[in-house]
Nanobody, 120 residues
Framework: QVQLVESGGALVQPGESLRLSCAAPGNILSIYALHWYRQAPGKQRELVAV???????NYANSVKGRFTISRDNAKNTGYLQMNSLKPDDTAVYYC??????????????WGQGTQVTVSS
């Protein structure tokens, strides 16, 4: 199974920053729009940010002005820069995209999740 690989989660204090990465395997053609979701304990998974293959972005109201999503199409990698972190940002963060395999097949792929904890 082709899976995205996430990294960058950590325990940080309020006001600090983190950068999450989401890498697709090397033996693929491309990826479609990249999404970042998060799920806090006892809550439903929510969409945090999305970036299209052309670079258009959209954010949840709760993170606008603090988070920035980006991508490197040459590396088939996405990023989520998170600034001014708050305790409410504590969650497991997941990336999701549709991968275009070398066979032309499309695969809806998720990362394994990375824990972000914001606490003093």
């Amino acid at each position: 199974q082709v899976q995205l690989v996430e990294s960058g989660g950590a325990l940080v204090q309020p006001g600090e920053s983190l950068r999450l990465s989401c890498a697709a395997p090397g033996n693929i053609l491309s990826i479609y729009a990249l999404h970042w979701y998060r799920q806090a304990p006892g809550k439903q998974r929510e969409l945090v940010a999305v970036i299209t293959s052309g670079g258009s972005t959209n954010y949840a109201n709760s993170v606008k002005g603090r988070f920035t999503i980006s991508r490197d199409n040459a590396k088939n990698t996405g990023y989520l820069q998170m600034n001014s972190l708050k305790p409410d940002d504590t969650a497991v963060y997941y990336c999701n995209t549709i991968i275009v395999l070398v066979t032309g097949e499309l695969l809806d792929s998720w990362g394994q999740g990375t824990q972000v904890t914001v606490s003093s």
